[in-house]
């Protein structure tokens, strides 16, 4: 059916407002591959799915990075839907103990019900690693306000993509990082408009001083940021960081070509 693997970002928008405005969709990112992995399935992430024709039924593999409903609010039809209406015990959850149990700041966001439909329940806190055949998941730290968030590194046959999810900057974050192919970073905030928990552009030059991938995608924006534009912010953070970034859109598809070119991986826009 395809070549390598893909990222499918079913979503761009990040923050209550692109949220409840839908400006931008909130579907998180499903990943094709060996595996079929869906990555913080916000609001309409369902529906997202199934206009671009791609079954949710097919997911076996659920990652959801914290307790917000821009990033879990699907979890729970998604479970269903790769559980066959929970007529067939499969698929995996991998997600922090607050999604599971709630925390200071939140509920359980995925109920006992749908949890006991799943075949596999893993808790992921910073350093968590997980072998899903020739696919490994490890969750990597991340400061927001849900303390037991996390962000992803997953490690596709064709390459290397990490995933930031909501964070504030902190020291040590680029080294979680270190040797991706793919940051796929959640910049909420453009430039000169930091905010706490979150990353801006300024925050997103930081980390690509560090970690080198050979592409940057940006994506969980902001009303503030689609208003400065984020095509304009990621021309500015390839030319200030050197490295290719781009603003994903919506429903925007990224082939990881397995057909590497000395260390440079082939990217492929549709
Ligand atoms: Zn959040």
Same mark, same amino acid.
């Given at each position: 059916?395809?070549?390598?693997?893909?990222?499918?970002?079913? +979503?761009?928008? +990040?923050?209550?407002?692109?949220?409840?405005?839908?400006?931008?969709?909130?579907?998180?990112?499903?990943?094709? +591959?060996?595996?079929?992995?869906?990555?913080?399935?916000?609001?309409? &992430? $369902?529906?997202?799915?199934?206009?671009?024709?791609? =079954?949710?039924?097919?997911?076996?593999?659920?990652?959801? &990075?914290?307790?917000?409903?821009?990033?879990? /609010?699907?979890? !729970?039809?998604?479970? !269903?839907?790769?559980?066959?209406?929970?007529?067939? #015990?499969?698929?995996?959850?991998?997600?922090?103990? +607050?999604?599971?149990?709630? /925390?200071?700041?939140?509920?359980?966001?995925?109920?006992?019900?749908?949890?006991?439909?799943? =075949? #596999?329940?893993?808790? *992921?806190?910073?350093?968590?690693?997980?072998?899903?055949?020739?696919?490994?998941?490890?969750?990597?730290?991340? #400061?927001?306000?849900?303390? =037991?968030?996390?962000?992803? #590194?997953?490690?596709?046959?064709?390459?290397?993509?990490?995933?930031?999810?909501?964070?504030?900057?902190?020291?040590?974050? @680029?080294?979680?990082? *270190?040797?991706?192919?793919?940051?796929?970073?959640?910049?909420?905030?453009?430039?000169?408009?930091?905010?706490?928990?979150?990353?801006?552009?300024?925050?997103?030059?930081?980390?690509?001083? @560090?970690?080198?991938?050979?592409?940057?995608?940006?994506?969980?924006?902001?009303?503030?940021?689609?208003?400065? /534009?984020?095509?304009? @912010? *990621?021309?500015?953070?390839?030319?200030?960081?050197?490295?290719?970034? $781009?603003?994903?859109?919506? /429903?925007?598809?990224?082939?990881?070509?397995?057909?590497? @070119?000395?260390?440079?991986?082939?990217?492929?826009?549709?």
């Amino acid at each position: 059916m395809m070549d390598g693997d893909q990222l499918i970002f079913l +979503g761009t928008g +990040g923050g209550r407002f692109s949220m409840i405005t839908q400006t931008r969709q909130t579907g998180g990112i499903r990943i094709l +591959g060996p595996h079929n992995i869906q990555i913080d399935p916000g609001p309409g &992430s $369902i529906v997202y799915s199934n206009k671009l024709g791609l =079954d949710p039924r097919k997911v076996d593999s659920l990652l959801v &990075s914290h307790c917000h409903p821009d990033h879990d /609010n699907d979890a !729970e039809v998604y479970v !269903e839907a790769m559980t066959e209406g929970g007529t067939r #015990r499969r698929g995996v959850l991998i997600a922090p103990e +607050g999604v599971y149990q709630g /925390n200071s700041v939140c509920e359980p966001r995925i109920s006992s019900y749908h949890r006991s439909m799943l =075949d #596999r329940l893993v808790k *992921a806190a910073p350093g968590t690693t997980v072998d899903l055949d020739s696919v490994q998941v490890k969750a990597v730290k991340a #400061r927001h306000e849900d303390p =037991d968030a996390v962000g992803f #590194r997953v490690k596709l046959p064709s390459g290397d993509v990490g995933y930031t999810s909501d964070t504030e900057y902190f020291d040590g974050i @680029e080294e979680q990082f *270190a040797g991706v192919d793919v940051l796929v970073m959640c910049v909420l905030r453009p430039r000169g408009a930091p905010v706490r928990g979150h990353l801006c552009t300024d925050d997103a030059v930081k980390i690509l001083g @560090e970690v080198k991938p050979s592409l940057c995608v940006m994506t969980g924006f902001g009303i503030r940021m689609i208003y400065a /534009n984020p095509d304009l @912010e *990621a021309q500015f953070i390839h030319e200030v960081s050197g490295v290719k970034t $781009i603003a994903a859109r919506d /429903n925007m598809r990224l082939k990881l070509d397995e057909r590497r @070119e000395q260390r440079s991986l082939r990217m492929f826009l549709e």
